[in-house]
């Protein structure tokens, strides 16, 4: 007989949605001061890894989120994790070494959860993410941008804004006004299961607002995409004159990436088990899926073990099994710790329920044709 099954549903449109791109704040006049963006910094993570002693590629890894911070963070270290490539060359078995808080490291796990390898015998492996903390002002442009169409922690800077923008005259008011602002038919581009994928794409304007010399200025490597976005600049017609070095971003949404399988709880149940076949809930469970997971719509999955005391309160409470991440079981926890169930007159020993945190049915893509798009 099946325990009960605690599932999280999180409409897809929410979870993968991403703020509009910071794209439209002036360069700074000539005589503003220069020295306080250089207390910025941005701080992005490199993948050192191997399986049974054969180094991986860095280029192989999704990248995590790059995070604005302020000066130097010298109290960082290298982040270790454990995991596994399966058969079919999907990371799982995700597990950090140490249970420390990491600052700007939330995006570590989930980005390694994205991250597929080729199909395979089964290998165990290990990472190293070492973090590399540079000035803003000399950080690499596709960094810059990838920042400003996810600002976690605030918008970039205004010089900053100016390293992306360069020599672009879009921003000299009055600005250019679109006439017709096209876009990719995003149903038929392609995305990727757990990353945001984007283009930022680089145009000029003639005298009779036509984009001409149009070009990819920096992008996440979805060709599909790419090739939509220029197609859709080049379809697009401005009022206001000639201009040069215009930028305008498209971005796609994650792909839902599911989660590994999930086993029966009968098979994990101890022997021993004296727990009721149904839980009355005085204070149900309240499910929460893990922002990280849900910022890149990856799912999982925890199967947790437990005991219910005789009036009512959860404890004991141990992750069984969790994928594709350890994250998905201290999540789990978390939802259980604050539930009670009635009374009973006598406790209960060897409870073992599932916790399934799923991205809900999907309602569309989201990309930035739903959203305004920004001003020049």
């Known amino acids: 007989m ?86 079919d060359g999907r990371t799982i078995d995700i597990q950090r070494d140490g249970s420390d808080f990491v600052p700007f490291g939330d995006d570590l796990a989930p980005a390694l959860a994205a991250t597929h390898f080729a199909p395979g015998a089964p290998r165990a492996c290990r990472v190293r993410f070492v973090p590399e903390q540079v000035p803003l002002l000399a950080a690499a442009r596709a960094d810059l941008i990838a920042y400003s169409l996810a600002p976690t922690m605030g918008p970039l800077p205004r010089e900053a804004q100016a390293v992306i923008h360069g020599a672009n005259t879009c921003l000299r008011e009055p600005r250019p006004q679109p006439l017709l602002q096209a876009f990719p038919d995003f149903a ?60 305008y971003p498209y971005w796609h949404a994650a792909v839902k990436l599911v989660a590994p399988p999930i086993p029966d709880e009968a098979a994990l149940r101890p022997a021993d088990a004296t727990c009721p076949k149904r ?24 199967v947790l073990s437990y005991d219910i005391a005789p009036w009512g309160e959860i404890g004991n409470i141990r992750v ?25 007159g006598q406790g209960a020993v060897g409870c073992v329920d599932r916790v399934k945190f799923v991205m809900g049915p999907v309602g569309g893509i989201p990309t930035n044709e739903e959203t305004p798009p920004p001003p020049f």
């Not at 204070?283 to 999982?300: D, K, N, Q, S, W």
């Not at 099994?321 to 604050?338: C, E, K, M, N, Y």
């Open 2 to 87: 099946k325990r009960a099954l605690l599932s999280l549903l999180v409409p897809l449109v929410t979870a993968a949605q991403i703020p509009p791109p910071i794209v439209s704040v002036a360069p700074p006049a000539p005589h503003a001061a220069m020295s306080a963006p250089a207390q910025r910094t941005l701080l992005a993570w490199r993948p050192d890894a191997q399986c049974d002693g054969v180094p991986l590629a860095a280029a192989d890894f999704r990248r995590p989120a790059v995070a604005l911070a302020w000066g130097a963070t010298a109290t960082l270290k290298p982040i270790d994790y454990r995991f596994t490539i399966a058969a």
């Open 320 to 344: 069984l099994t969790a994928q594709p991440s350890a994250d998905f079981g201290t999540q789990a926890i978390q939802v259980l710790r604050a539930a009670k169930v009635a009374p009973a």
């Open 279 to 302: 839980r009355d809930w005085t204070t149900p469970p309240v499910l929460r899926f893990p922002e990280p997971y849900r910022r890149r719509a990856i799912e999982g999955w925890a």
């Open 188 to 247: 038929k581009v392609e995305g990727r299961p757990g990353v945001h994928d984007w283009a930022m794409i680089g145009y000029d304007i003639d005298a009779a607002g036509r984009p001409s010399a149009v070009r990819v200025v920096e992008t996440t490597g979805n060709t599909a995409l790419d090739a939509a976005s220029i197609t859709a600049i080049r379809a697009s017609r401005y009022a206001g004159g000639p201009r040069t070095g215009c930028l």
